[in-house]
C-alpha cells in the first residue's frame, strides 16, 4: 500500500514558496539576467514544470534545458556512479544556472553536474530539489533550495518512479510503513 507523503496540494504550495525563495536569492545577488533551468531526467520533468511556471509568477524569466544522467548504483568506480546519457544543448559559460533535480539522496549525481557546470564556466550554479534525504548523503553537501526533507524511504509520484512506473502520480508516496 502506497502512503501519501505529500499531497498534490502540499506540493503545489512548496513549489510557489520555491520559487519566491529562488526569485529573493536572485534579487539579493542583484542577478537580472534570465535563468537558465537545467532539468535531471529524468525524475525532476514534472518538478521543473511546475517550477518554471511558478518562477513566471515570481517575474523571474527562465530558460530550460534538459539533462539526461543515470546512476551506476553500487559501482565501486570512483568517478563512475553517474552516467551521462544525454547533454545539454545550451552553453552554459557565463550563465546563471539553477540546476534542478527530484531528490538529493547520496550526492553523487549534483556533484556530478556541478563539476560540469563548473568546468563549462557558468557563471553562478544553485541547486533545487524537491526532496532531501539527509541520512543518505556519501559525498556531504546541501542543495541551495529543497522543497521537503524525507526520511531514508523509497519515495514514487510527481516525476519519481518505481522501475519505471508511477511518475503521472500527483502525489508523493512512499511504498514504506
Ligand atoms: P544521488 O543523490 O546521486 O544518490 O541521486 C539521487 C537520484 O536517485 C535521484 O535523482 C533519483 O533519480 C534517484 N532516487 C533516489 N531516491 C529515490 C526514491 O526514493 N525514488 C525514486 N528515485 C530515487
Ligand atoms: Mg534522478
Known sequence: MTRILFTADDIAHRVAALAKDIAR????????????????????????????RALTKENVEAEV???????????TLSQ??????????TDVSGRDVLVIDDILDSG???????????????S???TC????????????GAADFV???????????YGMDVAGS??????IGTEAG
Do not use: M, N
Open 166 to 171: 508511477g511518475r503521472g502520480l500527483p502525489y
Open 65 to 75: 534545458d534538459f539533462l539526461g544522467l543515470s546512476s551506476y548504483g553500487d559501482s
Open 147 to 157: 522543497g521537503f526533507q524525507v526520511p531514508d524511504t523509497f519515495v514514487v509520484g
Open 108 to 122: 553523487h549525481t549534483l556533484f556530478f553536474v556541478k563539476t560540469l557546470l563548473a568546468s563549462r564556466a557558468a
Open 25 to 52: 536569492e536572485r534579487k539579493r545577488g542583484h542577478v537580472t539576467e534570465p535563468l537558465l533551468l537545467v532539468c535531471i531526467l529524468r525524475g525532476a520533468f514534472v518538478f521543473t514544470a511546475d517550477l518554471i
Open 124 to 126: 553562478r550554479v544553485r
Open 80 to 89: 563512475g556512479r553517474v552516467r551521462l546519457t544525454s547533454d545539454l544543448d
Open 129 to 140: 530539489v524537491l526532496l532531501d534525504k539527509p541520512d543518505r548523503r556519501e559525498i556531504p
